[in-house]
């Protein structure tokens, strides 16, 4: 019971988070465009979610923040291929990962 009285502050959390990244990488979608710095690559991310409908929220939390494309699910595994403007490490591309534990696991 108390679990579910979590949740929403989770999902504000998550919402307020999402937005935050999503307006910090446009901004760095900017700036890497204009110096020239993108290195695309693509990345394989393990994810401790393991319910369909959260690792379905944070695939798509990833297409929608700026430089990033989730473009597989492995549900079984628990593993989202990723595609990202530049190299960067697991922990930058799912920032919200913990939220949407929070929401629905």
Do not use: C, H, W
Request: no cysteine.
């Amino acid at each position: 019971m108390g679990n579910n009285l979590a949740r929403p502050f989770y999902a504000v959390a998550y919402v307020v988070v999402l937005l935050y990244y999503i307006t910090m990488s446009a901004l760095n979608v900017v700036y890497l465009a204009l110096r020239g710095t993108i290195k695309p690559e693509k990345k394989v991310i393990n994810t401790v979610l393991r319910k369909e409908i959260s690792q379905t929220f944070l695939a798509n939390s990833i297409t929608l923040t700026p430089g990033t494309l989730t473009i597989d699910v492995d549900n079984k595994a628990q593993k989202l291929t990723v595609t990202v403007l530049t190299p960067r490490d697991q922990s930058a591309i799912i920032p919200f990962e913990k939220y949407i534990k929070g929401m629905f696991e």
